[in-house]
C-alpha cells in the first residue's frame, strides 16, 4: 500500500509540472505571430530587448476593465525605458475587441487571440493573467487576477528588469 501510494505521489510529481503551465516562471515565452486591431503582425521576437508585461484578457472580463488604464499608465510612465505592454485579448470576435476599444482605448498593442492557441500555449488559468518577461525572452513573473494592491509589485518587477541588461 506504502509503494502504491509513494508511485502516485512521484507520478503527480512529474507529470503536474507539465500539465500546470506551459509558459512556466523561468522558461522561454512561448513564441507568437498575431494581428493587431489594425492587421499589422506582432511576433513575440519582434519584442526581444524589451521588458514585456503580457497581458492575457477579455472584454467580458472586470477585472480587465480595472486593469487596463493601470497597465496604460505604466506604459506611459516606463515605454521610453524600453517597456512594453502587449494586451492579447482571447475573446472570440475581434469587432467585440474593436468595440470595447473604442470606449476604453489604451496607448499599448492589442493582439486578437481568436483561436485561443497563444493563450493555450501560456496555460492561462484565470483572467486576466499577465507574464513579466524579461529583455532576454525568458519568463520573470506571472500574475493572475489583478488589484490595485498588485500594482506596487508590478511597477518594482518591471523597474527590477528595467535595469538588467
Known amino acids: 500500500m506504502k509503494i502504491a501510494a509513494a508511485a502516485l505521489i512521484l507520478s503527480c510529481l ?24 489594425t492587421g499589422n503582425t506582432v511576433t513575440f521576437e519582434s519584442l526581444k530587448g524589451k521588458v514585456v508585461f503580457l497581458d492575457f484578457w477579455g472584454t467580458w472580463c472586470g477585472p480587465c476593465k480595472e486593469e487596463f488604464p493601470e497597465l496604460d499608465a505604466l506604459y506611459k510612465k516606463y515605454g521610453k525605458d524600453g517597456f512594453e505592454v502587449v494586451g ?54 506571472r500574475h493572475v487576477g489583478f488589484s490595485k494592491a498588485f500594482l506596487p ?9 528595467l535595469k538588467k541588461p
Not at 509540472?17 to 498575431?34: D, Q, R, T, V, W
Open 88 to 141: 492579447i485579448s482571447v475573446d472570440k470576435s475581434e469587432s467585440n475587441v474593436a468595440e470595447y476599444l473604442k470606449k476604453r482605448p489604451v496607448s499599448f498593442t492589442i493582439l486578437t487571440n481568436t483561436k485561443g492557441d497563444v493563450a493555450e500555449a501560456y496555460g492561462i488559468p484565470g483572467m486576466p493573467t499577465g507574464f513579466i518577461i524579461g529583455k532576454d525572452g525568458v519568463i520573470r513573473y
Open 14 to 37: 512529474i507529470i503536474a509540472p507539465f500539465k500546470a503551465y506551459s509558459a512556466e516562471i523561468g522558461g522561454m515565452a512561448p513564441s507568437f505571430s498575431l494581428k493587431d486591431i
Open 153 to 161: 509589485v508590478y511597477e518594482k518587477e518591471i523597474v527590477e528588469l
